[in-house]
């Protein structure tokens, strides 16, 4: 299957097991804003309780936040959101279609990279046993050529987006001889800075001020910084986590819930000590990774992408890479950001946001290192890990979402073999007893068959089935989700087997 074919299925599978939806649908839609249906909101919910516990919970130095999404206009000015939160569009004046510049280079840059790809396909197959990766795209003279017009492309585009010179990036895109990918033409408009940021008004007794929706969730963490400092009593090095939604004023917005106006972020700060900065760096880099490892992500699917290229007030930065339908792509960041964040705040603020260090008898501004992951990104990477469809002995194909338990919108499906003959009034008994502790699913209808699929579509890692049998043994069968295999246990043992399954300390232990 194609890739594209695979993202396809993963959109229409989430829309018909009621995971997303599009937003306000019977209004023809709403472009890059999508829904989380009664499946969806369970397995975002899980996901998030999962990396709240990993941050907040597993460490004793790292506090929670929840701060307002409306700041006062000057936070995002002291940010450099105002002036610099932008990305450069171009117009295709035959389509009226509106691209990010950078984009369109890149997805050229994407084709030549095709290109290679294909040339070490062929070479493969010519050489056999015999063919040498690195000597191959070192020493062909047309995967050089390819090589070499990738890294002169990337100069001119960096060395254009530093300076800020738009007339540059068309220029490349004319000599490239880019074309709309709607109209075919080269028709091209100026290239102009969009701010991303949407805006809104606040009636105050004074007047109207300008507000924005936050575009991140981390400035609310750098103003709370003394608050929380000095009412937790917080000793350097610790860390403030909040998880909520940030808009962006996307332009291009693709790819499903990859890039969405309205989205969520899990966002972690942590302060350190100038000069420990690096060490803490690789520590959450690391931790980061083995954070998407517990979870079952294939370590192949999973990368590094150190940036090159650093925002002006980092000194390192990374990105935790993953293997969509659509090629690598980021889902985390990690980044050393200084003192600039607290260091424009105390200059727009007037107001001190230093630590005193009690040790050295010092005052200093903290340096931050920080984690920020996308919680819809991380859910569209669970779906694509993990929806697979297999092939079964009888010929049939099934589709299963192999989610961890932890995160499984439901844990255990209660279903009575037969609606009648006292079946149903034990099956809503376990169902009874099992609900304060796990989320359970109720189904009388259809035949078996048809009720495991359902489950196995949606991630339920266990069935519990009751028949005649159950009604003279006390005991229920027992299916598992990815193996199928089924075996039968006593009524009692089912919480006792169930917690020892679905256990967030197994999870959590990984990490
Ligand atoms: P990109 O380069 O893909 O636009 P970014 O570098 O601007 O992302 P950050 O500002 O570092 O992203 O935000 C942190 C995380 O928030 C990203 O790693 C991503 O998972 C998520 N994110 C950012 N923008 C969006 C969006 N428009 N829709 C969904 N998730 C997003």
Redesign the pocket.
């Known amino acids: 299957m194609s890739g594209e074919e695979q993202f396809k299925k993963i959109i229409s599978h989430c829309k018909e097991y009621g995971f997303i939806f599009p937003s306000s649908e019977i209004y023809e839609g709403l472009a ?1 804003v999508y829904d989380y249906g009664q499946n969806g909101v369970e397995l975002k919910n899980n996901l998030r309780l999962f990396w709240w516990k990993s941050m907040v919970q597993m460490h004793q130095n790292i506090v929670g936040l929840d701060s307002a999404i409306f700041m006062h206009p000057k936070v995002w000015k002291a940010s450099g959101h105002v002036d610099g939160f932008s990305d450069p569009m171009i117009d295709n004046k035959d389509s009226k279609k509106r691209y990010r510049a950078d984009v369109l280079i890149e997805d050229y840059q994407g084709k030549i990279t095709a290109k290679i790809d294909k040339e070490v396909a062929k070479a493969k197959e010519r050489f056999g046993e015999k063919f040498n990766l690195d000597e191959f795209l070192t020493t062909n003279e047309r995967v050089v050529n390819y090589t070499k017009e990738i890294t002169r492309i990337d100069e001119v585009l960096k060395a254009a987006l530093e300076m800020g010179e738009l007339s540059k990036i068309k220029s490349l895109i004319e000599e490239l001889e880019i074309v709309c990918p709607i109209s075919g033409s080269k028709n091209w408009t100026e290239v102009r800075q969009f701010n991303l940021m949407y805006s809104t008004q606040m009636t105050a007794t004074d007047g109207e001020s300008e507000l924005y929706l936050r ?2 969730t981390a400035q609310g963490i750098f103003v709370n910084f003394l608050n929380v400092q000095k009412s937790g009593r917080m000793k350097i090095p610790f860390g403030i986590a909040q998880t909520g939604k ?1 808009f ?1 004023n ?1 332009i291009v ?1 693709r790819q499903f ?5 309205e ?3 899990m ?1 972690m700060q942590f302060f350190v000590k100038p000069g420990t900065e690096m060490h803490w760096y690789s520590y959450w880099k690391q931790n980061r990774m083995k954070w998407h490892q517990a979870l079952g992500t294939h370590d192949q699917n999973l990368k590094y992408h150190d940036h090159l290229k650093l925002a002006h007030y980092a000194n390192a930065a990374v ?1 935790i890479e993953y293997k969509f339908p659509f090629g690598f ?5 990690i ?1 050393s950001r200084t003192d600039f964040d607290l260091g424009k705040h105390q200059e727009f603020s007037g107001k001190k946001l230093q630590y005193f260090d009690a040790e050295t008898n010092q005052n200093f501004t903290p340096y931050v290192v920080e984690t ?7 859910f569209l990477l669970q779906m694509c890990e993990n929806l697979v469809e297999e092939t079964l002995e009888n010929g049939e194909t099934r589709t299963v979402l192999k989610v961890n338990p932890v995160l499984a919108p439901y844990k255990v499906a209660i279903l009575p073999l037969v609606k009648k003959d006292g079946l149903p009034e034990m099956a809503e008994k376990i169902y009874n007893d099992l609900k304060f502790d796990f989320n359970c699913f109720y189904e009388e209808k259809d035949t078996i068959g048809k009720r495991y699929r359902r489950q196995d579509a949606i991630g339920t890692p266990f069935c519990v089935t009751i028949d005649y049998d159950s009604l003279e043994d006390q005991s229920i069968t027992l299916r598992y989700r990815d193996s199928m295999e089924q075996k039968r246990i006593k009524i009692e043992e089912l919480h006792r087997f169930l917690s020892h399954e679905i256990s967030w300390k197994n999870l959590l232990d990984k990490v």
Do not use: C, T
């Open positions: 890059a575009p991140e940030a962006r996307e917005a819930i990859m890039r969405m106006k989205f969520e972020q966002e990105d792509k980021e889902v985390e960041g980044h920020s992951i996308g919680l819809d990104r991380l």
